[in-house]
């Protein structure tokens, strides 16, 4: 499985032979000028939530690739009445596709649409792939469910947001890692606005000192689990 983070809250995922898009934000993200999503390859377009710095490229890629975008039943509805190919879910739901199982798993935050519409109730995945399994939170705050996660799946990676004020902040992203019983995160939904800048050092020590592995990636690098 190969990872690559886009910025923001934005990720490409390459697993079974598929490419993955989560939470397209990048065209709008001038961190990320130097990506081009007219160049992004995607099989399914997977959206946490419905909030404009989680969908903004999704209709531009979604038009191009054909990607089936896979969400909550809401948003999946509200892609789905536009012409676009959608895949619903709700909480707690998995589906087999071609490239591994996914489950819809709960996250605390909010769902509306920037023009007003529902977007359901916000929502994170667990991916398992064929050979490891990650978990994307989302924007959350942290919650007793996440130690649900673990009960069912081995997580090799957990994706959390870091940047505080819209979700967990570093401290509750340790205290995360340790209710999905992983050490090994990839940090996201930090700096790309004011609210949300982190110190980069200071958060990965505060990791480290309880052993634990934070990852915080150029935007447009990748890791491989
Ligand atoms: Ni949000
Ligand atoms: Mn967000």
Request: with cysteine.
């Amino acid at each position: 499985m190969k990872i690559t983070f886009y910025g923001h809250a934005s990720l490409g995922i390459e697993v079974g032979g598929k490419h993955i898009i989560v939470d397209p934000y990048i065209s709008a993200n001038p961190n990320a000028a130097h990506i081009d999503i007219d160049t992004l390859k995607a099989d399914y377009i997977l959206v946490t939530h419905a909030h404009g710095d989680h969908i903004l490229d999704v209709e531009a890629i979604a038009k191009r690739t054909n990607a089936v975008i896979v969400s909550n039943a809401e948003i999946a509805g509200y892609y789905s009445q536009k012409g676009f190919q959608s895949h619903p879910m709700n909480h707690g739901g998995s589906w087999n596709f071609d490239f591994g199982k996914l489950k819809y798993v709960n996250a605390i935050h909010s769902s509306s649409f920037p023009d007003g519409s529902y977007g359901g109730n916000p929502g994170g995945f667990v991916i398992e792939g064929e050979h490891k399994n990650v978990y994307i939170a989302g924007d959350t705050a942290l919650s007793m469910d996440m130690k649900l996660i673990p009960m069912r799946t081995k997580l090799d990676l957990a994706i959390l947001p870091i940047g505080d004020n819209f979700t967990m902040d570093v401290e509750d992203a340790i205290i995360a890692s340790d209710f999905l019983d992983c050490d090994k995160i990839l940090g996201y939904h930090y700096d790309t606005f004011g609210y949300i800048e982190i110190d980069h050092e200071e958060s990965i020590r505060k990791f480290f000192n309880k052993g634990k592995d934070l990852m915080l990636l150029e935007i447009g690098s990748s890791i491989e689990l």
